[in-house]
């Protein structure tokens, strides 16, 4: 089969490797289309921390399986599925307490075991998910980015009725803000600077706020009035609108730090202290994310469409990465199409 293996920072060469064989807890997978992320990005540029090379990317994924284990019972071929990245001991204290997301020594395919960039891929069967017959490959693939969001919001908990802000419309910010519309906030708004992703999130539905415009707090003042929001759900990963976050919050509520942040951040924890605020990280997901994530799709709150902006063949993957750099906030995501 080929696959796809970046030797180097912003350097993919194909080559010709064995299936492995399906070891009786296993499923092989046909590979239909790969997303291709922030993560991936910094990995191509060579700024990933936890990321050595050579290595296969791909964690944003459809498939349909193609064989089973003989242990296997809940797949049988031509199931269209997606597969959680993570690999995990399951033996640390966050593994044998249900959150093996926070693994000790957690993996993720892409960044440091293998990734899904080949034509077949062989998985323990406990990592698949069964899509709905009627879901498209594409929207398959975007089920992980979306089980991202539902974890951020269910880090805060519940948020019918509540006011919630989300930092960021890029993808992640945009399905965020999605799913919090989706499980019942009574208000939502997308601050986002970007003309594009602003009308992204519009077409999305979504109520938008760009900072160069009005200010972040004036902008929640004239959105929620005196009451404030509820929750803040920083979704850039900027140490600066990190710190507006907590600067901005009203007493008494939560932010959620769903972005990566890269560097250190000067957070004025007095102010924390005094105002009672939550601050609560939120990282990867759970198998119940990806399950509310197919819910929330099958059920048509969800839209996809308008965030998928580019197709890009497999023989042509590292185009994928030149489009998110020239495209810059146009490339919201771009997708990579398996020969069929």
Known sequence: MKQAIMT???VIVYQEVPVPEVGPG?????????????SDIHVWHGKHPYTSYPVVQGHEVSAVVTKVGSEVSEFKVGDKVTIQPQVVCGECYPCTHGMYNDCEVLKVMGFQTTGMASDYFVVDAAKALKLPDNMSFEHGAMIEPLAVA???IRRFGDVTGKNVVVIGGGPIGNLVAQTAKAKGAKNVLVSEISAYRLETAQKCGLTTHNPKEISLRDAIYNTFGSDGADVILECIGSPHTLKEAVDIARKGSTIVVVGVVPDLCAVNMGFVQDHELSLIGSAMYR??????????????????DALITHRVPFSQYAEAYHLIEEQKDKAMKVMIEMDK
């Open 150 to 152: 539902c974890h951020a």
């Open 8 to 10: 180097s920072p912003g």
């Open 287 to 304: 198998v119940e994310d990806y399950i509310e994530a197919i819910e929330l799709v099958g059920a048509g709150l969800i839209e996809f």
């Open 26 to 38: 296993q499923i092989e997978v046909k590979m239909m289309n790969i997303g291709v992320c922030g």
